[in-house]
């Protein structure tokens, strides 16, 4: 059962335009999102994240905006470079009951950045 | 470098062997994890250790897998008999506060033949 789902699993833009990636979660507990850029060969990077009591977080070119009631987030980047072609995770979490908050990813997107 | 350090890197192996792998978190960082990641999925969550004690672990750490955090520093994940379904990226993280972003690793290949 996918707790986190991004239905996309890559997504061309043109260098300069927006990327607009999607994740959908279906656990109602989950209080923290996160989004994680990975290169082949390298582990996750942090990108940036979002408390549920918020709806948007900006940080330079990478917003996400949070929709609580459509269990709905997204990642905007703008503009888009080429260094920006990486799979990106969606990632949630909660309070596991063992005090783990454990992250639970998406399937990921791959983002290509055509120059 | 301060970051998240697993070795080794690559790992190849026959069926049946044992191997094992080694994580050294960011220094003040108490709570370590270990994941698993295969060909188009996710991380997906193994075991969670908050200084030496074992707090929770998923139901994909079959008895074949075994996690240790002896000294509440580095923490080492044996495979024992392996199978070629254990193929994957075992990636490491830490962090030092209770929820927030991971920290990972570079993540440890393995590949069994």
């Known amino acids: 059962d996918q707790q986190v789902k991004q239905n996309s699993p890559s997504l061309s833009v043109q260098e300069g335009r927006i990327s607009i990636l999607n994740c959908d979660y279906t656990?109602?507990?989950?209080?923290?999102f996160l989004w994680y850029k990975k290169y082949p060969a390298e582990g996750p990077t942090f990108l940036i994240s979002?408390?549920?009591?918020?709806d948007k977080n900006e940080d330079g070119r990478f917003t996400v905006f949070l929709n609580k009631s459509a269990k709905h987030l997204s990642l905007h980047i703008v503009p888009s470079q080429p260094g920006d072609s990486a799979v990106y995770f969606c990632a949630a979490s909660a309070n596991s009951g063992a005090g783990s908050y454990q992250l639970t990813f998406g399937k990921g997107t791959k983002l290509s950045v055509i120059p | 470098d301060t970051g998240v350090s697993q070795d080794p890197r690559h790992k190849i192996t026959k069926r049946g062997q044992n191997v094992t792998f080694r994580c050294d978190p960011i220094?003040?960082?108490?709570?370590l994890y270990w994941y698993r990641q295969t060909l188009g999925q996710g991380p997906e969550f193994l075991t969670y250790?908050?200084?030496?004690?074992?707090?929770?672990k998923s139901r994909l750490l079959s008895d074949r897998f075994s996690a240790e955090r002896p000294k509440g520093s580095f923490s080492t994940l044996e495979i024992q008999r392996t199978e070629q379904g254990d193929s994957a990226m075992y990636l490491c993280a830490s962090r030092l506060h209770e929820a927030g972003e991971l920290f990972f690793g570079e993540g440890s290949r393995l590949t069994v033949l």
């Open positions: 656990n109602s507990m989950f209080d923290y």
């Open positions: 220094s003040e960082h108490n709570r």
């Open positions: 250790f908050q200084n030496e004690a074992q707090l929770e």
């Open positions: 979002i408390s549920s009591i918020k």
